[in-house]
């Protein structure tokens, strides 16, 4: 199979949605965003990552970072996490406040907005929110095999001005006794999470050890344990996507996390890793044209865990 | 790999467990299984069924049914059953009413017991239910080769006389609109589908053509398209398992499908499908023995789709 | 004051109101009534009652049967009544379903359809459902003093034919044990206890016991225990209108309960009971010109219990 | 009636009940006071106030000053407050963020906390913090004829310190654009609001007028119109006590509104104003041994709005 030239083929099929769905507009630097712009990248075994349109334009990661906090609290404090924080698919909005509250204060799973608030408080052990912060970072920055990657501080104080939900989220978490820090010292950690600016090829180079049971396939350095690997695989495949995972398995059926900046990153296990980024959004919070260049992509390839 | 020694491998691994749980109570006709019974039996690609404990013994597959009736509903009405029944989990019990009232009478999805309500419906058209349930039996008559699977009367005699709650949501869908038969008629169906009474053995063979994308791996016969097979096992991996659907997948990391009679069936894609029984539930209504062997089999085996 | 001015100058002030609003449409029966219907009864202590417009018109009383029945299920069983029903407003439509599973089977409250249904099935005792409603039946017959009224049995056919929310209720609660009759025996009484006809003149003769502390005020006869009738009241004011009981209790300031055939019934105690009717219905299905004429007359009255 | 004499044998009534309960302890200056406290006190017509037990002791007034506050609000903003507010029983405990979430950040009334925040917010139009305090300060101290009220600052700083809950409630309404002000500057208030400490004797005389059409009936004065004045006693009636307001309703049969502190401030309209005092709570958030007496004076009186 000729990658580079599915990664075009694909991003051609897809053109007639290109701009169309919603910027996420809840903060001022999200919605700068030109909604025209549209990348995608594959990363292989091998190491080599094929891309196309603007597959190495940065963008707002936003809710995809969950994904290696995740790794990284599992990795400071293992399974104890999950007394913290569940790992069942909400059926609900990605800030939902009702849950928490049925639920004591325990959040669904670590892929919603309270529950990515409980992770990077496990990641700060009793530390600061720089520490976190810059772990994860550094995290990316290595596999992802580029120290440029940063911040955007533009967007990180956004989310602060305008996180009234997630603050309200919190709080509520706090209230029950589930954060070992100070809630906003908690949010600063997730604030500047969720703005790390990475591009489609970055990205996809980033995750591509969760294809292959938490080893890099170049290097064969171990990065998490195979085990953790594939159960965050699994929990994005159920929890993926909101209260839109159960279309997301059903339509594209791999592993996969979104973002409201518009990233989209699905795993073929024992393949490789994808990221698509387009800016505009369905009704869900999933990019448009993004989800549909996978449906394309899945069409085309045939991949999917289910098979 | 020995599959045979495998199978007794691994019930040898949770003798421990033999007999724990709680035993379905609600209905009498369950109540009075012997909750010491354990059988697990895989079916392999080339049809071979590996087996050991009480794998040839007839146990009521309850919920389970839910996945063959699916895909006849789709065979029937294609992807306008999506207008009747969503497919994102439930985060709810098995028998929630809450989200249906959220929802207008529209069910999150085919695996819970108001949406298998409106899947038999979607089988039944505008005809009988005695045709419904002939139709699914059939099906799995043939899929199991064996054409003395049955229901069991007394099963489905007491389902309906317990079966408030499912009567309670089933005239509850139809206030909705969202029932094209008398309730009644649709509920006769579904108690019926419920009270089948198949072995370990028999379940697992029935099953085989889901995990080799809708065709039979011995004769080749397209059972359903490769799509909707996919499709299928998606489902059972966002929503098998009612409100611990998440922890399955987190655990096992196979498709599957569990019933309050202590079966579960777990497909494992371009390998076979695996069937276990053992009467006593966990919390979460899930065979208890039946979920430990579960996971010593993927820990001996490695099997997981996201791997 | 000159009862028989007011009741005609309240009826001119709404006479804009007339034919407004939604017609209840669930059924046949109801949706045939005359949208322009207006009428209005006061009942005061000395037995006189007071009517204007179609006050000697029949109508579909609904659930201001409730009002009756609770207190007739008080007198067969006492406060073990609230074992099976609470007294809390539910904050929640009139059919909601949610309240009763977060519950257990348990209503909210008697003046809210699941929780009237069980009220009625401590009517019924282990007995009929004839018996029950003959109960009820001969109760307001008397109250009124008129052996004519009775239920108008093309509305109840149609109820129990169109009652697919409230089987869905019923069995809901029978599923928790909460119910000691046969759902469909309990149901047979609950809707030919909603289709009783009576005029405006009619039920605020019935209900004039309520304004003084359960003493007939022109026979001295005590129809029910002083402390139940306030309590009824009490229960009226708080949950006397489903979602809307606070914005009654807000703007009319007197216990009352409404009905979707467009009656609605306050008790000023102390002094006398009043019916209003229109069938045209509000958002929240209370009576729209009724609504504004009970405005109306407590503003040129000053009638409220919080003064 | 000898009034002195009827709250000295109310006391002697409930003598056993003293001490029972839990006193709040979510905040350290709450939890220390004396268990063994009981007081209770009447204010009448002509202004003379009969008090009994520790009816001098300041003790925190808590939830009460929801009244006031309301009151003060609707002279500010008059019937627009009603866009911010709902006027329902939420049907839910005093903290609840579950209805905020379905009802897009308007709380259900003003007499829970999340609506006390809005209320607070609507006193300070767009001003600060400090003003509105004193405003509802200084009415306190003008109505119970008192200049030396105020604040017990320790408890003010302690409910800041530990109000997880209601940060959280108040930026979840603000996310929604329904607090005018920043969320800490009306939090600062609110805490504040709950803060001030007043003996029964002072909040009985300092509630007079609720009972009199909302005027002073001593001097005649106007401190409120009388729509207001009933329309808050409505409000106290139908939401005065979280999920148990019914209950409170159909026992004590009074408008009345709760606090943590153990007061509790019921209307006799036409008569006067009562508050009765004891640490201890029931499981509703309701003073134990204050609730029994206020149950034992109705039956000595026969007071209720009902009758």
Not at 29 to 56: E, F, M
Not at 153 to 175: D, K, P, T
Not at 219 to 247: F, K, P, Q, V
Request: some cysteine.
């Amino acid at each position: 199979m000729d990658i580079q030239q599915l990664v075009e083929d694909v991003l051609n099929d897809v053109e007639v949605y290109r701009g169309h769905g919603e910027v996420a507009s809840y903060i001022p630097a999200l919605a700068r965003v030109n909604p025209k712009k549209l990348g995608l990248a594959i990363a292989c075994k091998d190491g080599q990552v094929y891309g196309a349109g603007d597959a190495d334009e940065p963008f707002s990661i936003q809710s995809i970072s969950k994904v290696f906090a995740l790794n990284l609290a599992l990795d400071h404090v293992g399974a104890s996490l999950w007394n913290h924080v569940g790992r069942e698919p909400s059926g609900s909005p990605f800030n939902s406040i009702v849950q928490l509250e049925q639920e004591k204060g325990k959040p669904r799973n670590p892929l919603i907005n309270a529950g990515a608030i409980v992770t990077v408080d496990n990641i700060m052990g009793d530390g600061a929110a720089d520490e976190a912060v810059a772990e994860i970072l550094d995290f990316l920055r290595e596999r992802a095999g580029d120290p440029t990657v940063d911040i955007d501080q533009e967007v990180a104080i956004s989310e602060s001005q305008a996180g009234y939900l997630n603050r309200s989220l919190a709080y509520f978490v706090s209230a029950f006794g589930n954060l070992r820090n100070p809630v906003e010292e908690v949010l600063s950690a997730y604030f500047r999470q969720c703005a790390i600016a990475m591009s489609c090829r970055q990205l996809a180079k980033a995750a591509l050890y969760l294809a292959f049971d938490g080893k890099d396939p170049v290097s064969g350095e171990e990065i998490t344990i195979a085990s953790r690997a594939r159960r965050i695989n699994a929990l994005m495949l159920t929890c993926g996507h909101y209260d839109n995972s159960g279309d997301f398995a059903y339509r594209i059926g791999l592993p996969g996390k979104s973002g409201v900046g518009g990233g989209i990153l699905p795993i073929v296990p024992g393949f490789g890793s994808i990221v698509v980024w387009s800016p505009g959004l369905n009704a869900a919070g999933t990019s448009l044209a993004g989800a549909a260049a996978l449906e394309r992509l899945v069409e085309r390839t045939g991949w999917s865990v289910f098979v």
